[in-house]
Structures are given as structure tokens and as C-alpha cells.
């Protein structure tokens, strides 16, 4: 079966602009989370959507949000770009119940200019 | 919240050997502990996971040993090939709750296997 699919794969910015990234999870997976990996703080979490609700959340500024749609596709959006955004992002996904495998996309590598 | 402690952070093997990577985390809620082995440029990957109610999991030459007591988990690499050479994560989840999707990571090891 297919695996999780981040779109795109690339993306260069400039401060203060807004990006959204686009996450599809494994067919049947209802839960998508979000993380951000920078060779500094590693990998962290952003935030987690199940049935297009947010059930988690991590401790990032209200810059970044998230959305969660009726298939299970999940967007993230960050607004007002800073230089220190530049990172790799992450999802994964699930079946929701917390305690089974997460499943990793290939990421989006940001770079903010 | 949880915070999660790996060591070493880098670790150089002979190939044939075997590698020892050691997790203690803080929350003893914490009851799902899954491995993520992430090559250059690739995606984290699931290679083994241990749930509170086990003591031990193994799949071929890969193990993990969870005490509970002690807030420490292990991942045990026997007869390593230069193939197991990458970044490998430890990581711990608190299913239910406010906690789903949650997984707080160490900081990573890079494992070196010289041939």
C-alpha cells in the first residue's frame, strides 16, 4: 500500500512570507502528526489531527497551524516566516490509537532566505 | 512534560560487533516506546517498538529491553553490517489522554559500523 506522501519536497522562502505543506497519510489512517527536525532541538512535535480534530498540541508559536480534512489529508501552514523555521518537517501516521507504529513521510526541507 | 535522554550521541563499531544505544525517559505514564533508524536524507523508520507491558522485544538481530522501574529503555544491535550505519532515534509516547500522536524523541545516535 502506499506510504505517507508530503508535498513538496523542497521549498525556499523568504522571511515573512506564509508556506503551506500538504501531508496524506496511509489509506486508513485517521491521525496525522506533525514535527519539526533541525540539527539543534532534533526532531519535535508540532501538533496532531484525528478526524479533523486537533487532539495534541506541542509548544510552538501560534505561527504554526494545521488543519485536518474529511479524507485525512492534513495541511500545515506557517505564517511570517523566520529565518530559524528553516527546517526539515515531518509527518507520520497512524491509526490514532497512540500506542501503535507511526509511519514517516519523506518530509518537506524548508529553507527560509 | 516528557523529556527523553539518549546516549551515547555517536558511536563507532567494527562490523560483526554489537551496538548498544540506552534510553531514560522521564513521565512513567509513558507507556509506548518505539526505535526510528533515519539514513542521510531519508525518512525516520519504524524498526522496532515495546509497549509498557513487555519486558523485552526482538526481531532478528535487533532487541529492545524496557525496565519500567528504572525509566530506561535499550535497543540492542547484534552482528552489525555496515548497512546499520545511520541515526537511530528513541522515542516515547503516552497513549490516550491529551498525549496522542505525541512522540517525544532523544536526541539521536550516530552509529558508525566500519568494515
Known amino acids: 500500500k502506499a506510504g505517507v506522501t508530503q508535498t513538496p519536497r523542497y521549498l525556499i522562502k523568504t522571511r515573512g512570507q506564509q508556506v503551506t505543506l500538504s501531508c496524506s497519510p496511509i489509506?486508513?489512517?485517521?491521525?496525522v502528526s506533525w514535527y519539526q527536525q533541525t540539527p539543534g532541538q532534533g526532531l519535535q512535535f508540532l501538533f496532531e489531527y484525528f478526524s479533523e480534530t486537533q487532539r495534541n498540541k506541542g509548544n510552538f508559536p501560534g505561527r504554526f497551524s494545521g488543519r485536518q480534512f474529511s479524507n485525512s489529508r492534513s495541511e500545515m501552514n506557517v505564517s511570517t516566516l523566520e529565518l530559524g523555521d528553516s527546517a526539515l518537517y515531518l509527518c507520520a501516521s497512524s491509526l490514532g490509537q497512540g500506542d501503535r507504529g507511526y509511519t514517516f513521510g519523506s518530509g518537506t526541507r524548508l529553507t527560509v532566505v | 512534560g516528557e523529556n527523553v535522554e539518549q546516549h551515547p550521541s555517536t558511536l563507532s563499531v567494527q562490523e560483526g560487533d554489537s551496538a548498544v544505544i540506552k534510553c531514560t525517559y522521564s513521565?512513567?505514564?509513558?507507556?509506548?516506546f518505539p526505535w526510528y533508524k533515519q539514513e542521510l536524507g531519508k525518512r525516520p523508520q519504524l524498526i522496532i517498538d515495546?509497549?509498557?507491558?513487555?519486558g523485552e522485544k526482538k526481531d532478528q538481530r535487533i532487541a529492545v529491553t524496557l525496565n519500567k522501574t528504572a525509566k530506561h529503555f535499550s535497543l540492542h544491535i547484534t552482528e552489525t553490517q555496515p548497512e546499520d550505519s545511520a541515526v537511530y532515534f528513541c522515542?516515547?509516547?503516552?497513549?490516550?489522554?491529551?498525549?496522542?500522536?505525541?512522540?517525544?524523541f532523544g536526541q539521536g545516535t550516530i552509529l558508525t559500523v566500519h568494515p
Open positions: 522515542a516515547a509516547s503516552i497513549a490516550g489522554g491529551t498525549s496522542y500522536g505525541k512522540l517525544t
Open positions: 513521565d512513567s505514564a509513558s507507556n509506548y
Open positions: 489509506s486508513g489512517h485517521r491521525s
Open positions: 515495546i509497549r509498557s507491558n513487555v
